[in-house]
């Protein structure tokens, strides 16, 4: 059965999740994993869908685009994905971050994951408190593979130090998946 990646951008409204899965159902597509988020306003969806052999990307693409121009979202993308065997990354650790906000967080961290081979597997981000002076918040969760711990954790305390903000790294428990 072929499977496809889908996105799915717009202004947030309701209906947008029963609109795209009712697609999905009229093609007989099977949603095996989902994520989607709201952020001030503006939704986004992406979708692993797995569909009948007769079906191809050509009349998943048309059936959401139809969607899209209903409820005027900005856009929808569909990819075929051949083999989800090597994506599946799994979590091992979360990371935890705050401190007072400004410009650089994110990639100060996720340049030091990146640099040990860690993989990110998600990631949020929220403002917290006062609005005269907001505290950052960013939960990560990451597939830690082959990097040392140790010093992974050297690393993201130096990145705690260099940029003022508090970083912690613990297992994921495999009841919180």
Do not use: C
């Not at 059965?1 to 947030?12: L, N, Q």
């Not at 597509?29 to 989607?36: A, H, K, L, V, Y």
């Not at 989800?84 to 705050?98: K, N, Q």
């Amino acid at each position: 059965m072929p499977e496809f990646a889908v996105t799915a951008i717009g202004r947030d409204r309701p209906g947008i999740v029963a609109a795209i899965s009712e697609a999905l159902l009229e093609l007989q597509g099977n949603i095996e994993d989902s994520q989607m988020s709201i952020l001030r306003g503006h939704f986004a969806v992406m979708l692993i869908v797995k569909l009948p052999e007769a079906m191809d990307a050509g009349d998943l693409e048309g059936r959401l685009q139809r969607v899209r121009q209903e409820l005027e979202l900005e856009a929808i993308a569909v990819n075929r994905v051949d083999d989800l065997s090597m994506a599946a990354a799994r979590p091992s650790h979360v990371i935890t971050v705050y401190g007072a906000d400004h410009p650089g967080i994110v990639h100060a961290v996720s340049a030091a994951l990146a640099e040990r081979g860690v993989n990110i597997t998600g990631l949020e981000t929220r403002l917290a408190g006062a609005a005269d002076s907001p505290l950052y918040v960013m939960i990560i969760e990451v597939a830690v593979r082959e990097a040392s711990e140790p010093d992974l954790e050297v690393a993201l305390g130096e990145v705690a130090d260099d940029s003022k903000i508090e970083v912690s790294l613990r297992p994921l428990a495999a009841e919180a998946l």
